[in-house]
Nanobody, 110 residues
């Protein structure tokens, strides 16, 4: 099970930190991903972190603004989002293997 939290309404240029708490599987054995889906658009990949956190990858649209991290002791993956833009507005989903969370809404608006 994956449960996201931390979404909300933020002004352009602001920051949010999303969390995804995992349970029911060996969290440290899986790379973790964040995806997002904006209204009327396909779900898109945002970022990936490897099992021990030694390697990360980002979509070009968020590179330099978002940071993915994980705490294997807490079975949690994070997405730090800085310099948010209105086009970052979406439901953000945590994902690994066959598991998806239910998502958390991020709205960037003045």
């Amino acid at each position: 099970q994956l449960v996201e939290s931390g979404g909300g309404l933020v002004q352009p240029g602001g920051s949010l930190r999303l969390s995804c708490a995992a349970s029911g599987f060996t969290f440290s054995a899986y790379a973790m991903n964040w995806y997002r889906q904006a209204p009327g658009k396909e779900r898109e990949w945002v970022a990936t972190i490897t099992t021990a956190g030694g390697s990360t990858n980002y979509a070009s649209s968020v590179k330099g603004r978002f940071t993915i991290s994980r705490d294997n002791a807490k079975n949690t993956v994070y997405l730090q989002m800085n310099s948010l833009k209105p086009e970052d507005t979406a439901v953000y989903y945590c994902h690994t293997y066959i598991y998806w969370g239910h998502g958390t809404q991020v709205t960037v608006s003045s």
